[in-house]
């Protein structure tokens, strides 16, 4: 069954549903829905429409809600904070992440990264970066969209002081130890799995020690990635699999 999104707003409106402008001409003129089939909506909220095609013209189609469907939100909150790395990988680190079920990637522009971005750029990429976590959820079915904001420096993020009950780091530096230790700590000094948690990774080269010790000051903890150099999408999907798999089982 095709899948579309609509935002929570769009959705919360009186009414039958409404697909229009890109989601409407990909269900037009790519798939070729007509009267009758049934298509299922995402809000990106948690909440799944499956809904029958009432009518439609050459922009728009008029939906009939049949059934709806709420999935409950993950119950650790993963936050990735990710080294934005040359080219288009960082939209197919979007990809995986949000395959895998994190609620918010924050792209970082770490003294290792060369892209430099003014606010309206910073922006635009992340409108671009923000669709491309839609045509994720679109494709493998997540009820959860992942907030994907704009680029930010280390510095500007740690001024924030956001908390987080598991904050990790992924370093190439010494004295980084395996995951699993920091998952067994948590759980037997508090008796339960942390409700929120982050994963910092660094750029191509790694960060710099001194961005190492600034995360660090505020309390993440140094990971290891084992005895390999990994690739930066390859660390991101290695670290996010491993958070998904101990904390929203």
């Known amino acids: ?50 809904c029958a095609v009432e009518n439609f013209d050459r922009d728009k189609i008029q939906l009939t809600i049949v059934e709806t469907k709420m999935v409950p939100a993950p119950p650790c909150p993963i936050t990735l904070l990710q080294a ?26 770490t003294d290792r990264v060369v892209m430099d971005l003014d606010d309206k750029h910073a922006a635009r990429k992340a409108e671009k970066w923000q669709q491309v976590a839609i045509e994720a959820i679109k494709q493998c079915g997540a009820a959860w969209l992942p907030r994907v904001e704009s680029p930010v420096t280390p510095k500007e993020f740690l001024a924030r002081a956001e908390k987080f009950e598991l904050p990790l780091v992924a370093s190439l530096q010494s004295g980084a130890q395996h995951p699993r230790r ?21 750029p191509e080269g790694d960060f710099t020690p001194e961005e190492v010790a600034a995360i660090t000051s505020t309390g993440a903890l140094p990971i290891t990635l084992g005895k390999l150099v990994l690739r930066v999408e390859t660390a991101a999907a290695y670290c996010v699999s491993i958070l998904n798999y101990e904390l929203t089982a």
Do not use: N
Not at 43 to 50: K, S
Not at 101 to 108: E, F, N, S
Not at 182 to 202: D, K, L, M, N
């Open 84 to 109: 934005v790395p040359k080219g288009k990988i960082i939209e197919s680190i979007i990809q995986k992440a949000t395959e895998l079920g994190v609620a918010r990637i924050v792209p970082l522009l």
């Open 182 to 202: 920091y998952f067994t700590e948590f759980q037997s000094q508090h008796r339960r799995q942390p409700q929120s948690a982050c994963v910092w990774i660094g």
């Open 1 to 50: 069954m095709h899948r579309f999104y609509l935002s929570p707003m769009e959705c919360s409106k009186a009414g039958p549903l409404t697909l229009a402008g890109r989601e409407a001409h990909h269900a037009l003129h790519v798939l070729r829905v007509r009267q009758g089939d049934r298509i299922t909506i995402l809000d990106g909220a948690g909440r799944e429409f499956l």
